[in-house]
């Protein structure tokens, strides 16, 4: 898959609900030495998905819409939304699972 071509699914708030649920197994996972958020990613099913929206952030076009300012091109191109849901069941479960260990 280029992520030239990629383009997210459309997606409702159940969609993103259920992304944060994933991020948040992801999380427990990296809260555990030895085993990979990565890992979890692919076994639950987003992990081309992430794959793709990395390479996206860290493409020729963000960075010169970074260099340029132009913020309303980094919000274009990047995947927020996939990233965000994610990111949040990631740091829902390291912060409230870190603690016990």
Known sequence: MDSK???????GLFDYAMISARGFC???????????GGTMAFILGIYEELIESIKIL?????????????????L??????FL?????GIGVA????AKFL
């Open 58 to 74: 860290a493409s020729k076009q963000m960075l010169s819409a970074l260099i340029s300012f132009d913020i309303k091109k980094v």
């Open 26 to 36: 992801m999380g427990c996972a990296d809260v555990v030495p030895g085993v990979s």
């Open 5 to 11: 071509g990629f383009k997210p699914p459309k997606r």
């Open 84 to 88: 965000g849901s994610l990111l949040f």
């Open 76 to 81: 274009r191109i990047a995947p927020w939304q």
């Open 94 to 97: 390291v912060l409230s699972l």
